[in-house]
């Protein structure tokens, strides 16, 4: 049985989600009003002086590029190099609706208090080198890589945890400095830190991890391979997390269904699609289920079990005594989904909450209209789900175009592979656009060997007519090719054979 996870509480990823929400061109004024509120309250709190240096400085921050301050002292740096922030902000300025503004006594005052604080843990280490044991001075210096990361000092963090990482021998502590880090690396965007710690963690887990550290590392996995458009990869880490969740220091359990479901939308066939996301009670519960059902699988009490006993639990519940009946009765007068709370809803660490609620029905509509082949509802509620998801999470807002641009091929390429002409302006009115979009749209695709079809506009009002390769010739094919390179080696191989056989006669 594994120990209680350590170092999991700093730092606190939403604080980021304020940083993008600030520099998001996309975010109402309410938004961003709200994200400078929430950093300044954090900031103050936490004494988190590097970070309001990171963020505010007038010359050296990433937000404040136009030099606002109320000191004349912070302006003696000018010519100082701004860093690099393209992982963590939307754009390269803020925009007008809200700013952090720079004071220079509030950053003296707090990196006063953090000198303070640090001397502190450095008499705690020197106290328990003198007088303790190791278990001790591990601690102190626990303390101090833990401090590190709550008050936002990236560098100095992480060489404090691999400081206590060389020191301990410890797995599941390894294990736990690893996802450490890790966070502190999607807090400021560094993809590449993330993912070098990410493998270092699945060796770690490999060499004897407990399934608590297992399961959370399924969450670290998904998400970093969704920050960098391995949406393929991420869909069933991050649906194989739903069931066990318990990494809220992550994100929310309902950050993870949004990020589960459009994952799963745009990578999954159409099978694997209806089991693990159309018809997963941990998605129903979020998307379209009742105020009972939502609790029930936030909680953990309604899973999906595993996904390749799906019949045999299909079986269990018609054997129950009307229950699958009930049920779906259920389900069929829920379909009014309610305002939820992204960063409040199942979380069991102690992070800021978000002051806006998130209606979830554009994502159940973009799930539902594309099984059940409504592509005119399914165009508009993918305009929906990127105005209020891909816009507005960090996470999401780099690959919004290709997933939507994705989506809209899954959907040309689910209608087309049931038919072998189509008329351009029936297809065009199923999907609510005109001729001439899909037209131009469609055309890329195609040059693009995306979609296998032409399209002739010479007469009439035009036709698609579809070029789907023959499975049995393409198998057919590949036999006889295959078969060629077989005889080939052989031929190669008797010749070797019989020259050998020669030299020994």
């Avoid at 390269?92 to 609706?97: A, L, V």
């Avoid at 379909?335 to 960063?343: D, E, R």
Wanted: neutral net charge; charged residues 25%.
């Amino acid at each position: 049985m594994g120990s209680d996870p350590q170092y999991a509480k700093w730092p606190l990823l939403p604080l980021a989600q304020h940083v993008f929400t600030l520099t998001n061109p996309y975010a109402a004024r309410p938004a961003q009003q709200a994200a400078v509120k929430s950093l300044q309250e954090a900031i103050h709190e936490h004494k988190m002086a590097p970070l309001y240096k990171y963020l505010a400085h007038p010359t050296e921050g990433i937000l404040n590029s136009s030099g606002e301050t109320t000191s004349a002292a912070a302006a003696q740096k000018a010519g100082a190099r701004k860093p690099s922030a393209a992982g963590m902000v939307a754009s390269k300025s803020t925009t007008s609706g809200a700013n952090l503004p720079w004071d220079e006594e509030v950053y003296q005052k707090l990196k006063a208090e953090n000198d303070k604080e640090l001397e502190g843990f450095q008499k705690e280490e020197d106290e328990a080198v003198e007088q303790a044991g190791d278990t001790e001075i591990m601690a102190a210096r626990g303390k101090r890589a833990e401090f590190f990361a709550k008050i936002g000092d990236k560098d100095k963090a992480i060489a404090a945890y691999e400081d206590v990482f060389e020191k301990t021998g410890i797995l599941g502590t390894k294990i736990d400095i690893v996802l450490a880090i890790i966070r502190m690396g999607l807090f400021y965007g560094d993809k590449a830190l993330v993912k070098k710690h990410v493998a270092r963690a699945k060796t770690l887990v490999d060499s004897g991890g407990d399934w608590d550290r297992r399961n959370r590392l399924k969450a670290y996995e998904g998400l970093h391979l969704l920050t960098v458009r391995s949406y393929n990869l991420a869909a069933p880490l991050l649906l194989d997390s739903l069931s066990t969740f318990t990494s809220y220091e992550l994100c929310t359990y309902s950050n993870l269904v949004v990020y589960s479901v459009l994952a799963g939308s745009v990578s999954l066939k159409r099978v694997d699609f209806k089991s693990k996301v159309v018809d997963a009670p941990e998605i129903k519960a979020i998307l379209g289920a009742d105020g009972d059902d939502k609790l029930l699988a936030l909680t953990g009490a309604i899973s999906a079990g595993p996904g390749t006993d799906d019949a045999q639990m299909q079986d269990a519940k018609d054997t129950s005594g009307g229950t699958s009946t009930e049920s779906a009765q259920q389900a069929a007068v829920s379909k009014i989904t309610t305002a939820v709370n992204l960063t409040t809803l199942g979380t069991g660490v102690d992070q800021p909450e978000a002051e806006m609620a998130v209606d979830f029905s554009p994502l159940a509509q973009l799930v539902n209209s594309l099984y059940n082949g409504n592509y005119k509802l399914f165009f508009q509620a993918l305009a929906l789900v990127e105005e209020q998801f891909l816009t507005q999470d960090r996470y999401l807002h780099e690959h919004r175009s290709w997933f939507i641009r994705e989506m809209r091929l899954r959907a040309y390429q689910q209608l087309l592979q049931s038919y072998r002409v189509v008329g351009l302006e029936s297809m065009a009115n199923d999907f609510g656009v005109t001729v001439d979009f899909l037209d131009r749209d469609l055309a890329k695709f195609i040059a693009g060997g995306r979609i296998p079809c032409t399209i002739d506009r010479v007469t009439g009002k035009g036709v698609i007519e579809t070029n789907r390769p023959d499975d049995k010739n393409k198998q057919y094919q590949d036999v006889v090719k295959q078969g060629d390179q077989l005889i080939t080696k052989l031929q190669k191989y008797g010749q070797a054979v019989r020259l050998r056989g020669s030299e020994r006669a």
